[in-house]
Structures are given as structure tokens and as C-alpha cells.
């Protein structure tokens, strides 16, 4: 049975073109040990460009440690995993001599296969190809390389790929990122009773109030006009399905429900306004306004709250490369999903402020960059 093994691989470019590197890491399927780690700086170049090297750099070493071996590629890069699969064609010109590469290196190996993972779950390869651009500056050329000591493949000296010329940008976005975005619409419910008196509102099932329900109506007519969605996702909570049932309407969408975009459960300060929280759990509270990973008594942290939320935008955004998609939600999953895009600290949590009713936009691009386009946008509440 021939021998198995995953390589984690990794690029970006500071600037797109900018400053660029890659990252790759071969690990044992059957264990999970790291066999080989490598990085290296590409000088000036595309996202695209270094995420392609990454590959051919993980599939060389992993075809000179284990030629013939199965591979399980994982890569945060879906124009990668797409075009390497056969599904997206390499229109690119800059892109089809790597891929070819990655082709000729797979050719020594068994069966490959190409699997799309968020960024979070490929953070050790993101990790080297981030050093690789920290010295990408001052780059001589020389790719770093780790081995493990204890297995027969240690320190296998990759060799990189061919380096082209910095890649003219393959749309027009002046970012350099790949047109036609997805785009998540962040959409907060309507005013409740415990909004209206500034209260912890959590699991707690609350309806919206009149002005709530005038509220998701005005949201739903702005998104009406701005034309093109294609789907809405929206939390369980009845305030939240409220109100994408009103842009279902306006819209002519279909709904689906996520479990996933569900607010933070408070616990034992559902309903209470804050003063009342902190008279009765001073410490407690002290202690989560410091620290993401603390949970309200009885409740959910904020870190909590963030694994499942991305979990459910990695569901949002797997089902298709482009469109609009209507998320309806809560504060601490908008703040969440803002959060991830702008590539903030957990601090910043505490520093944004969402209004009910509000409208968030968030541009993902198939090759990895995200555009926050509008935050706590309510013009649609205060008409002229």
C-alpha cells in the first residue's frame, strides 16, 4: 500500500504585485508529523503566482521524500484548487508554467487530490509564506528549508519552482484580486424590546418590535434596489428570520437557515442591561471585557462564538466563487465575520458599532484578499 501524505502550501504578495512568498509543509496522513517545512521569497509578484509556487514547491519535495506516494493537497486558494482539478480553466498566461510544473511533480507521485480549506486551517503554510514575505525585501534567493530528523526524508532540499516575470493583474480591480467577488451582505434584525432598552439579547427568542418589523422593511427595500441576490442565509432566531423573511420578499430570494449565525449566548445576563450585569458579576465581568476567550456565567465566549460563525461563512462562501448572498444575523457574528476580513485583533470586537437594521458589505475574492465595502450603513432607515 503506498505510503499517504498531506502538503499544506501557501503564498501572498504584499500588494499583488508586491513583495511575495511562499510556504509548504509535508506531514505523514497516518500521524500528522511534520516532515519538511519550506518557504522562500519570489521578489516582486501576484497572490497567484506565489500561491502556485507554494504548490509546486510542497508536490516537489513531497514527490523526492515519497515518490509514488498518495498526496492530499490542501490550499486556502480556490482559483488553485479549481484549475489544478480541472473545473476552472488557466487562462492566465503567467499561471500556465507553474501549473505545469505542479502537473509534471504530481506525475511522480500516486493519486493527488486538491482540497480547498479555509485560512485558519492552513495557518502553519500561511505562517512560513508570511516569513518568506517578511524577507522577501531582502531576499537572496535561497529557499528555507526544515526536515524531520527521525524520518528517512529529512531534509529535503526542495528545489523551487521557475520564478516568472511579476504578472500583469488579471482584472480590473485595482487591488489585483480576482473579479467578480462574492459579496456577503451583512444584514443585522430589526429593533426588539431588548435593543430598544439596551439588554443583553442572546438565545433568548425575541420578536421584533414595530419599529423592528418597519425596520427589516426599509432593509429589505434597499436591497431590493440594489439588484442581484441570490440567496439569503439568516439565523434560527425568530428577530432574524423576521427580517429575512421581509427581504425574501422584496427580493424574490430563497431562504436558508444556519444555526451557525445564531448571537452569543449570554447565559445569565440575557435580558439584563449592562449596570445590572456588572452590580451582580463584577469580577465575571471584568474579567470577559479583558478577555475574548471568557464566557458570560453560564453563556459562550466570543472565541466560541467565532469558531462556529466562520465555520458557517466557510459554508456561505463555498457555495459558488461570485454573486451576492444576504446574510441576516446578530452583532457579535457581523462583528465576527468584519473582524475576520479586515484581518483584526479580538480587541476590535469592542471598537465596532452596529446599529439595528444596519447593512455590512464584504468582497471575497476566489484568490484569497476580502474588501470591506461599507460598515453600519443605515441610510436606508433615515430617508431623505
Known amino acids: 500500500m503506498p505510503r499517504s501524505l498531506i502538503v499544506e502550501a501557501d503564498g501572498g504578495s504584499r500588494g499583488n504585485p508586491g513583495p511575495a512568498g511562499y510556504g509548504a509543509v509535508i506531514r ?205 442565509v439568516t439565523s434560527p432566531l425568530q428577530r432574524a428570520r423576521r427580517t429575512a423573511a421581509e427581504v425574501a420578499a422584496a427580493t424574490g430570494a430563497p431562504v436558508e437557515v444556519d444555526d451557525g449565525w445564531m448571537e452569543t449566548d449570554f447565559g445569565e445576563w440575557e435580558g439584563l442591561s449592562f449596570a445590572e450585569a456588572i452590580a451582580r458579576w463584577p469580577d465575571e465581568v471584568a474579567a470577559w471585557l479583558k478577555d475574548t476567550s471568557v464566557p458570560p456565567p453560564g453563556g459562550e465566549s466570543f472565541d466560541a462564538t467565532g469558531h462556529r460563525v466562520l465555520a458557517a461563512l466557510d459554508r456561505v462562501l463555498a457555495g459558488g466563487p461570485a454573486g451576492t448572498v444576504v446574510v441576516v444575523s446578530h452583532v457579535t457574528p457581523m462583528k465576527t465575520v468584519l473582524r475576520h476580513a479586515l484581518l483584526a485583533p479580538p480587541e476590535s470586537l469592542r471598537r465596532m458599532y452596529l446599529s439595528v437594521a444596519c447593512l455590512c458589505e464584504v468582497d471575497w475574492y476566489a484568490d484569497g484578499p476580502a474588501v470591506v465595502r461599507t460598515l453600519n450603513d443605515t441610510a436606508h432607515l433615515h430617508p431623505a
Open 28 to 232: 505523514d496522513a497516518a500521524s500528522g508529523e511534520v516532515l519538511a517545512e519550506l518557504y522562500q521569497s519570489l521578489g516582486v509578484t501576484t497572490n497567484n503566482v506565489a500561491e502556485y509556487s507554494g504548490l509546486v514547491a510542497g508536490l516537489t519535495a513531497a514527490a523526492e521524500l515519497a515518490p509514488g506516494a498518495d498526496v492530499d493537497v490542501a490550499l486556502d486558494s480556490k482559483l488553485v484548487v479549481e484549475q489544478m482539478s480541472g473545473r476552472w480553466q488557466i487562462k492566465h498566461p503567467a499561471l500556465r508554467p507553474l501549473a505545469a510544473q505542479a502537473e509534471a511533480a504530481a506525475r511522480r507521485l500516486g493519486r493527488v487530490s486538491y482540497q480547498w480549506v479555509p485560512r485558519a486551517r492552513n495557518a502553519h503554510a500561511d505562517r512560513l509564506a508570511n516569513r518568506a514575505m517578511d524577507e522577501a525585501g531582502d531576499d537572496d534567493g535561497e529557499a528555507g528549508q526544515r526536515g524531520n530528523g527521525s524520518r528517512s526524508g529529512a531534509g529535503v532540499s526542495a528545489a523551487a519552482p521557475s520564478q516568472p516575470a511579476a504578472a500583469a493583474r488579471p482584472g480590473p480591480s485595482w487591488t489585483g484580486a480576482q473579479p467578480e467577488p462574492l459579496t456577503t451582505v451583512l444584514l443585522r434584525h430589526g429593533e426588539t424590546p431588548l435593543s430598544a432598552e439596551r439588554r443583553f439579547a442572546g438565545r433568548g427568542d425575541i420578536p421584533l418590535t414595530e419599529a423592528g418589523l418597519a425596520q427589516a422593511r426599509a432593509a429589505a427595500r434597499r436591497l431590493a434596489s440594489r439588484g442581484r441576490i441570490d440567496r439569503i
